[in-house]
């Protein structure tokens, strides 16, 4: 069981460049989550998805696109890379809370992490 | 606005010691609230969860936090540090969907915890 998988795993872009992020989880999860981390700030929410189709803002989701085509898959975009870009990125999924089941794995699950240099 | 506090950036304590690090939240409706755990290089590993029931939770490594919800606090706590426990340490909160939430998962922003022999 691979559990989350991100890809690729380093990247580096130069400003103005544009990739994409692949999140992959197998784990029939709904929600699934797009994090940066940087030094002193925590994780902070790019967008995230709580099912097929679906997508939503976080708190930091400016220069930042995503599609959840397919359940298990969760794309998160550049399409002008800039250096403030440059991050750890980390793909989380998870299931919903049932309130009337207690012991529901609602805990989140993470990839080990994009790092990011975008130059 | 659905948020998490972590007031200290970084927490030392000797070997041996109890161990405690702060987290307060803000979520509509009941709160659903995480700890997790980060070794350096490495993604998180979650350590426990507070979903409903009783207020003392227990997780992996002896680890446990205690849910306070007339203060909105979940802190992490251990009876006896040991050195390994050094690490990043993120407390998370996710609020009840269809109370003005929407699923979405909120961090804080860490708290380094330095564990000395």
């Known amino acids: 069981n691979a559990g989350v998988t991100q890809t690729p795993k380093f990247r580096v872009l130069k400003t103005g460049q544009s990739m994409t992020l692949l999140c992959a989880q197998d784990m029939n999860h709904e929600y699934m989550y797009w994090y940066r981390q940087d030094p002193g700030m925590g994780l902070r929410l790019i967008h995230y998805s709580v099912g097929e189709g679906t997508t939503a803002k976080g708190e930091v989701p400016d220069g930042y696109n995503v599609s959840r085509l397919k359940k298990q898959n969760f794309l998160l975009g550049l399409e002008s890379a800039a250096p403030s870009q440059t991050s750890v990125y980390f793909c989380a999924s998870s299931y919903p809370t049932i309130p009337t089941k207690k012991k529901l794995n609602t805990e989140a699950f993470f990839g080990q992490g994009t790092r990011l240099t975008v130059v | 606005a659905q948020s998490v506090a972590q007031p200290e950036d970084q927490v030392n304590v000797a070997e041996g010691n109890p161990l405690t690090v702060k987290c307060t939240y803000s979520v509509s409706g009941n709160p659903y609230l995480f700890w997790y755990v980060q070794y350096p290089n490495r993604g998180l590993q979650f350590l426990l969860k507070?979903?409903?029931?009783?207020?003392l939770v227990k997780g992996s490594y002896g680890f446990e936090a205690e849910f306070n919800k007339s203060q909105t606090s979940f802190h992490l706590k251990k009876p006896s540090a040991l050195v390994s426990d050094s690490a990043l340490y993120f407390c998370a909160v996710r609020g009840t969907f269809g109370s003005g939430n929407t699923g979405k998962l909120i961090f804080g922003q860490g708290t380094t915890l330095q564990v000395k022999p």
């Open positions: 507070y979903i409903t029931g009783d207020n």
